[in-house]
């Protein structure tokens, strides 16, 4: 069994930054793809950011330009740094990990709370 745990949420001001981490341990052979969702009070969840095992990424619009997704395989940690963050960007941020090469099964973390606000 895989187990995530996303760390680095809080309360940041509009135009700050804020850098998540997503730890995996447990039985692991082998982590694929790896990503970040995030669902904000009544809003569709929305996928953020997505990196596969190359290093390929991936960026929703409303965050390109402005967030980072990377990972450390030897760490098993990805990380998202979300820099210029605005009032929208609130929301609770959860990651991913895939763990065969088509996403069957795919572990969650239990997510991180962001908040921007002045």
């Known amino acids: 069994q895989v187990q995530l745990v996303e760390s680095g949420g809080g309360l940041v001001q509009p135009g700050g930054s804020l850098r998540l981490s997503c730890a995996a341990s447990?039985?692991?052979?082998?982590?694929?793809?790896r990503g970040w969702y995030r669902q904000a009070p009544e809003k569709q969840r929305e996928l953020v950011a997505t990196i596969t095992s190359g290093g390929s990424t991936n960026y929703a619009d409303s965050v390109k330009g402005r967030f980072t997704i990377s990972r450390d395989n030897a760490k098993n940690t990805v990380y998202l740094q979300m820099n210029s963050l605005k009032p929208e960007d609130t929301a609770v941020y959860y990651c991913?990990?895939?763990?065969?090469?088509?996403?069957?099964?795919?572990?969650g973390g239990q997510g991180t709370q962001v908040t921007v606000s002045s």
């Open positions: 991913y990990a895939d763990l065969d090469r088509l996403g069957v099964r795919r572990e």
């Open positions: 447990g039985s692991i052979f082998k982590l694929y793809a």
